[in-house]
């Protein structure tokens, strides 16, 4: 497997935690997101992937991005360590929980984002932080929320699931840009949790080869 | 089945046509999103779902959020009719176009973010129908791309999908926003023919209870 990536994109990182846990060797081949206009607009990698973002893996005959999409992949191609509750309602709580955070926190602070409003709405960069910063605490408020009552070791009591997986990527993300996550008890001790294990420090964005210190 | 929606909602449309295409009976709850400061953030609301966001899902003891976890939970309690092919890389790509959507496209244009530009950025209406029609390009673009080599009467062959559901309510919510939908002649085509299909129609805004005409 091939996996198309970059430190610190939060998408990329979430796969790369997915393929640790299952113990899946891959490739990773880097992206810079920033350098020369950003090669994912490249047409290298645009023929790749069409969407301009990573991650995207190639398994063999199959081009795929969307890294929840990918992760589920993953999940029924390798089934040795799984990634959802086998149970229907538990396992969908765990995929609104991993939306929740893909599709409601993390588009609307990624670098493209960021980019547009700097570049074409002339958005100081204060109130950028102020953006960013808006949609980490709803989000963050809601999951907090929800898992104050589902939580043990982790996000849905003692097992990892894709939960966990994006809210180690999500608060590394909110680290970065300086989030203050005093108020979220619940999900700091999930990610310290997650933190101790192998495979999410494997795939921390620090301990890639592409890394800038 | 109760389902929290609106009839303009995007992600709450997805919801619907998955109900009416396994002819599943539903109540519907509306919840108005501008009326008295929008109802989904209303102390009632907010306890059912603590990310203010419609749909939201009851089923017996499980309240679920998030459009795209109620349509799976939807179609592993229910496998009448599949949203999904059964084979794990076609599997795949389905979920990856949706994500495309759900994931890209949509968080970036609803009304909570178009609320912030205007209230919190003073963004001008111009320049708010520019950032509408700017997200939406790059994601259709990307999509007509994407389905061009894989479409037949719906975006993957003959089977209705997931992707097609994605797809049917975001094409709604362009045209809503007059985003000029001239260079996507795939994606046309594959919504025409969804839009023939009786769930498709049944759940239309306009064929909504809720909806101002």
Redesign the interface.
């Known amino acids: 497997m091939k996996l198309y990536g970059y430190w610190r994109s939060t998408a990329a990182y979430r796969v790369r935690i997915a393929l640790h846990l299952k113990e899946i060797p891959f490739e990773s081949v880097s992206v810079h997101l920033v350098n020369n206009g950003g090669e994912q607009h490249h047409e290298h990698y645009a023929a790749i992937n ?4 990573v991650p995207c893996l190639i398994d063999g005959d ?1 081009t ?3 890294s ?3 992760i ?2 993953i999940d ?2 390798y089934p040795n360590v799984a990634l959802y509750p086998q149970e ?2 538990q ?3 765990v ?2 929980l991993s ?2 955070i ?3 926190i ?3 602070n990624n670098l493209r ?1 960021q980019q ?1 409003l700097s570049q ?2 002339a ?1 100081s960069d204060e ?1 950028k932080s ?2 960013v910063e ?1 949609w980490m605490n ?2 963050f ?2 999951i907090e ?2 898992i104050a009552s589902t939580s043990g070791l982790y996000c849905f009591a003692d097992e990892v699931t894709v939960a966990d997986i994006c809210l180690v990527a999500q608060v590394y993300n909110a680290h970065r840009f300086k989030v203050d996550m005093t108020d979220f008890p619940t999900i700091n001790k999930v990610v310290e949790n997650c933190n101790r294990l192998p495979a999410f420090i494997k795939a921390k964005p620090e301990n890639q080869s592409d890394a800038v210190k």
């Open positions: 069409p969407n301009e973002l199959l795929l991005n969307q929840l999409a990918i589920d992949y029924n191609q229907i309602k396992k969908a709580q995929q609104a939306l929740d893909a599709s409601e993390h588009p609307l984002v547009y074409e709405l958005v109130a102020a953006w808006h709803i989000g408020k809601a929320n929800k």
